[in-house]
C-alpha cells in the first residue's frame, strides 16, 4: 500500500513506467495485423486509449486471464499487479506524460513468419472463408485428412491465423472415423456450423490457439502422438468486424525427434445431463470422477457457452487433502482458454475431481441467446449448454486414456449421446 501510494505522489510517464508494462502483457495482442482493435506499441497510441486502459485493467478485464489469482499455479498467467494497474491509472489520471527520452523503453520484436522456424509439416484448410461483415460470431469447423501411413509424435504446433483481424481462436480435433468429412462436404464452404464442439467423435485434442498464446516445443521426450489415419477437425471462432474478411488459416507442425518416453492425452470432466429451466438465474450443477491410476495432471481447459457464470474444478487426495485446480467467477465464452500448470501435478490413484458450474438463463443475462429464455439442455448450438473442463495429462502408458475414459463413462453412467450431442438440436 505505501508503495502504491508512493507511486501516485510521483506522475508516472510512458517512457520509463508505462510502457514496459504495455510491451509485457498486451502488445502481442494490440499490435497492427492482431486481433486487439487497436494497437498500444507508440506513445501516440497509447495516450489516445489511456483512460480505457486504466478502466480496463483496474476492473481486471485486460489483460484476458480469468481463471482466480491464488486458485492453481499457472505457467505464463497474464495478470497485472496491484503496482501495475495503479500505474496505468495515475498515468491516465495525470496528463498522461510522455517522459525523457533516454528512459524510452525499446518495443519488443515479433518474428516474421513460422515462430518457431521451418515447419516440418504446413497444413491448411481446404478453401478460404468468408466471414460476413456483421452479425454474431461464427463457429465453423473444417475437416482435413492428414492421410499418415504411420503414427505422427508432435513437439509443437503453431496456428498461424490466415485473417488475425476475425480470427478470435482455433481448436484442432482429432477425427479417426472421418465423420466430420460429409458434415463439411454437404455445404458449398467445405466447413459447417459448429459451437459447442466438432460435433462428431473425436480422440481427443491436436492443438489450440487464442490471442496471446504462444507457441512452445515441448520438452524432449514429450509428444501429442496422433495416430495414422486420422483426420482433423480444425474448429475456429471467428468475430465479425465491420466488414467482409477472408480467412485462410494455417497449422505448422513440429515433430519430436527423438525417443517419445510420454504422451500428452486429454479427458473430459463433463455434466452432460444439464437441464437449465428458463428464468433461473442461479443453477448450479456439479460432478465428480476419481481416477483409478495415478496420473500427472498438467493443466486444463474449462467450457461453458452464453449462460455460464463460474466453474470450480478441485482434486481431493486419498488423504483428504484439497488441491485447487481452476476457478473462472466471470465466464466469458470469448475467452476459453488452456491454463497451464507451472509444474504438471502427481496425483494417486483415489485422487477425486470435482467440478462445480453456474449458470445463469433469465432474462437480465445479456448473453442469453434465447429471449424470451427457454429451457436449456446439454448440445453444441449456441442456443445449448456445455458443462466440460478438459483435463490435459501426460503418462509413459498409451493405454492410460483407455483406463481413465472408461473410468469416466461407468462412473458417470454416460451413454455416446451424451458424449457426442447433436449439432442441430438438444433432444428431449
Known sequence: MYLILALLAVAPTFNKDVAPILYKNCVTCHRPGEVAPFSLLTYSEAKRWAPMIAQATAAHIMPPWKAEAGFGDFADARVLTEIQIATLKAWAASGTLEGDAKDKTAPPKFPDGWKLGPPDM???MPTSYDVPAEGPDVMRCFSIPLDLKEEMAIAAVEVRPGNRRVLHHTVIFLDPMHQARALAAADPTNSYSCYGGPGVATTGLMAGWAP??????????LAVVVAKGVDLVVQNHYHPDGKPESDKTSIGVYFQKGEVKKQLFGLPLL???LRIPAGENQYRTSMSYTTPIAVELAGLMPHMHYLGREMK??????????????WIKDWDFNWQLLYGFKEPMLLPAGTKFDLEAVYDNSEGNPKNPSKPPKEVRFGEMTTDEMCVAMMVFYTPHPADQMVMGMALVQQLK???SDLFPSRRSSTP
Open 313 to 326: 474444478v478441485t482434486a481431493t487426495l486419498p488423504s483428504g487433502e484439497v488441491k485447487p485446480l481452476v
Open 122 to 124: 504446413i497444413i491448411e
Open 271 to 273: 455434466q452432460a445431463r
Open 212 to 221: 496471446g498464446n504462444e507457441t512452445k516445443r515441448l520438452p524432449d521426450g
Open 414 to 416: 454416460l451413454k455416446m
